[in-house]
């Protein structure tokens, strides 16, 4: 555990930029520093690898003071990954990959050998090993900064907001990609945005941090989602918490219902059956359950159901796997109110209505607050 005792730095100007924080960092997990820019995050991290010393405080790894050992191996034991990647622009993304090991005094061969394998783990084509950084794209040179700060295999790394000069959609992708690594490595990954999102996406435990470089408010994303320690985080959280916080619970509560779901190729006498007055329109799916689109009762006749006709039934949620955020939003976004609930297939599990996903997000809500009582 990396554990940061009422740390403060203040620059020879006297400017303060971390003010007594204190954090404990848990191993083989996420840990974000957010907050508004100049509010201390790169300070800190920089203090963890000894970049900056800090003024007053104490850092300790495992319980060791981190003064206490050479500056060399500490950073060997950091893997470290800034904005725009800092790679040598003069080298290839192989030989960009392989210079720790080579540092480390591995051979050539071997270096370039374990350079490839990890540009397979961070989602890089091999084709792209004789490259130099300029003729890859931002998002490509990012998977190389990764892959290098992960070459010799340190148990920490410090990312710098690492992700936010690419665009959304890549960022994504990068995000993603980092909390599979995350997964399969188990690495102490401690990492700096000035994105609340991504922090909440990435963090398994968020430190929020203010202007003067204090410590706002430490917890879980969902906590803070739904417990924001004071006025100043609840608006750095923005205003729409709320449907943010239903991204952490499970839509597998649902109550799904199959009453209104019709087969394209039904018969006349099955179709009769299946409008109620709870569900004023069915769902057609084609022969293997798969959603087709929505109809109302009376215009379905068998044997003449034409696709083309139908409502759109909108982008369906993963019963299950998806959360209660991406159930309400397929109901808020189909044009009957209702959401479609697929399996792993694309199988039509069920259909919900907006009123049964209001009701499972309001006992939700009331579950999460007697554990927060409990738990208190
Ligand atoms: P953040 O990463 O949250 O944007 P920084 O840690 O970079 O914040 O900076 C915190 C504060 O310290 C800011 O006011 C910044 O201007 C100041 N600062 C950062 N580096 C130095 C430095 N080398 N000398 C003086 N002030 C600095």
């Known amino acids: 555990m990396i554990r940061i005792d009422s740390v403060t730095k203040r620059y020879p100007d006297s400017t303060v930029a971390v003010d007594r924080l204190s954090l404990e960092i848990p191993d083989r997990s996420i840990t974000v520093l957010v907050g508004p820019s100049g509010c201390g995050k790169t300070t800190t991290l920089r203090m963890i690898n000894r970049m900056v010393e800090p003024s007053e405080g104490t850092i300790t790894i495992d319980g060791e003071d981190i003064t206490r050992q050479p500056v060399n191996s500490l950073r060997r034991s950091m893997g470290y990954v800034i904005q725009n990647a800092g790679l040598f622009q003069h080298r290839t993304v192989v030989d960009n990959i392989a210079t720790v090991p080579r540092l480390l005094g591995w051979s050539k061969s071997r270096a370039r050998e374990r350079a490839r394998e990890l540009m397979e783990r961070v989602g890089l084509d091999a084709s792209f090993a004789k490259r130099y950084p300029y003729q890859l794209s931002g998002g490509q040179q990012q998977r190389v900064g990764v892959a290098r700060a992960l070459a010799a295999d340190p148990p920490v790394l410090l990312m710098d907001e690492p992700f936010s000069a690419v665009d959304p959609v890549v960022r994504k992708g990068l995000q993603e990609e980092l909390l599979r690594i995350q997964s399969e490595l188990g690495k102490t990954i401690v990492f700096v945005t000035h994105d609340i999102d991504e922090a909440i996406r990435l963090g398994t435990m968020v430190a929020?941090?203010?202007?003067?470089?204090?410590?706002?408010?430490?917890?879980?994303?969902?906590?803070?989602?739904?417990?924001?320690?004071?006025?100043?985080?609840?608006?750095?959280?923005?205003?729409?918490?709320?449907?943010?916080?239903?991204?952490?619970?499970?839509?597998?509560?649902?109550?799904?219902?199959?009453?209104?779901?019709?087969?394209?190729?039904?018969?006349?006498?099955?179709?009769?059956?299946?409008?109620?007055?709870?569900?004023?329109?069915?769902?057609?799916?084609?022969?293997?359950?798969?959603?087709?689109?929505?109809?109302?009762?009376?215009?379905?006749?068998?044997?003449?159901?034409?696709?083309?006709?139908?409502?759109?039934?909108?982008?369906?949620?993963?019963?299950?796997?998806?959360?209660?955020?991406?159930?309400?939003?397929?109901?808020?976004?189909?044009?009957?109110?209702?959401?479609?609930?697929v399996d792993d297939g694309g199988r039509v599990a069920g259909v919900v209505s907006q009123q049964a996903i209001g009701d499972a997000i309001r006992s939700a809500h009331a579950a999460g607050e007697r554990e927060e009582k409990v738990a208190g």
């Not at 924001?228 to 608006?235: G, K, L, Q, S, T």
């Not at 509560?253 to 039904?266: E, F, G, M, N, R």
């Not at 109809?295 to 034409?306: F, T």
């Open 208 to 341: 929020v941090m203010r202007t003067g470089g204090r410590l706002a408010q430490f917890a879980p994303p969902a906590e803070l989602l739904s417990s924001p320690a004071d006025a100043f985080v609840e608006d750095f959280l923005g205003a729409d918490r709320g449907i943010r916080r239903l991204s952490f619970f499970e839509s597998t509560a649902l109550a799904l219902t199959k009453t209104p779901i019709v087969s394209i190729d039904a018969s006349a006498e099955r179709i009769a059956s299946c409008g109620t007055a709870e569900t004023p329109y069915l769902l057609v799916t084609d022969p293997e359950g798969r959603p087709l689109g929505w109809s109302e009762p009376g215009e379905l006749v068998a044997g003449d159901i034409e696709p083309r006709r139908l409502l759109s039934y909108g982008r369906p949620f993963e019963h299950g796997k998806d959360s209660l955020r991406a159930a309400l939003d397929c109901a808020v976004l189909s044009p009957t109110g209702w959401a479609v609930a």
